[in-house]
């Protein structure tokens, strides 16, 4: 029997045992990405009349109702899904009954008030975060539906390779490298295995921002903290964001997509904002990374990613403080 060349450095009575296994897992699990990568290619775009969506976390998510309220008003058909995503067999039957074209995922546990709450609620973290999705994303491939997953980019810390204030971001391509949360590590596992789904777009994003102060609303959140720190990080600005998200969606993209704003931000830089935009007496207080530690369950990502696919796609797309200039004028506007 021929040994296969990858194999065939090493002899065959010394061969361990354990180590070819793990080889082997490895090939098996390179050449599965690679025809999923393959079949991705297949996802057909749809137009906007022969789209129809289902939006996990329509019904109550802060950013599921903002996805259902972009559709509609585009004259997109869609519907806030009903079936929760721990429950394998409501999904199934939602789905059978209302044949989406097109699944987004913008359901899923964060905590409340924060992640903090996922690491005494880690069963709870992992059935939604994890299981819940990975549900979602078998059931849509099994039906030859499109998914976008709403994941989040939380998953890096500033390094040596990519240096605070470098301006140089994490690609797509690169691994996580920040487990400082069991909120972020569920997030590096989901974002690894959706990957293994030719079906699935996962858009990640970072600090969500909107001109409607939600309290889920980073400007909403720090302007309530008794202190911040002051790290520029890559911020996604979702009135600006979310119909690219399903723009992706409708041309059938899969894979990761960094999905920020181009450039870094400040929390003081923003707070400045809200100071001059929204209310000229608001102060603010800094402590630093260490002394956040301190008060905090879990650590904090603090990171740049490289949207530079994204950017390819979208050109038109702002520079973050361009795009939070927009943001706190309508704030202003609305107040």
């Known amino acids: 029997m021929k040994i296969p060349l990858i194999l065939s450095t090493y002899p065959i009575t010394k061969l361990n045992i354990s180590k070819l296994g793990a080889l082997l897992m490895k090939i098996f699990a390179l050449s599965f990405l690679v025809c999923c990568r393959f079949l991705s290619a297949l996802m057909p775009s749809t137009t906007k009349e022969e789209a129809r969506f289902l939006v996990f976390g329509g019904k109550t998510g802060w950013i599921g109702k903002m996805i259902l309220e972009d559709l509609e008003k585009k004259g997109y058909i869609c519907a806030p899904a009903e079936s929760r995503l721990e429950n394998r067999d409501e999904i199934l039957h939602e789905i059978e009954q209302k044949n989406p074209t097109h699944i987004i995922n913008a359901a899923g546990v964060t905590g409340v008030p924060n992640v903090d709450w996922c690491e005494s609620n880690k069963e709870k973290t992992l059935r939604s975060n994890i299981i819940g999705a990975l549900n979602l994303a078998d059931i849509a491939y099994l039906k030859g539906i499109h998914m976008t997953n709403f994941g989040t980019g939380c998953i890096y810390e500033y390094d040596e390779e990519h240096p605070l204030g470098s301006g140089v971001g994490f690609t797509e391509s690169q691994a996580p490298n920040f487990f400082g949360s069991f909120y972020s590590s569920t997030k590096v596992m989901l974002d690894k295995l959706l990957m293994y789904y030719p079906n699935v777009l996962n858009l990640r994003l970072r600090m969500p921002i909107s001109s409607d102060l939600s309290p889920r609303n980073f400007i909403t959140k720090i302007t309530k903290y008794p202190k911040v720190i002051n790290v520029p990080n890559s911020m996604t600005v979702l009135d600006e964001m979310v119909p690219l998200a399903i723009e992706l969606a409708r041309q059938g993209e899969t ?48 990171n740049e990613l490289d949207v530079s696919k994204l950017k390819e796609k979208f050109p038109e797309l702002k520079e973050i403080h361009d795009s939070l200039i927009d943001v706190f004028e309508k704030i202003a506007k609305n107040s």
Do not use: C
């Open 255 to 302: 894979g990761n997509y960094n999905f920020t704003n181009p450039g870094t931000v400040s929390h003081n830089e923003i707070l400045a904002m809200y100071q001059k935009y929204v209310d000229p007496t608001f102060t603010w207080e800094n402590f630093t990374i260490e002394e956040q530690n301190q008060i905090l369950k879990a650590k904090r990502s603090n």
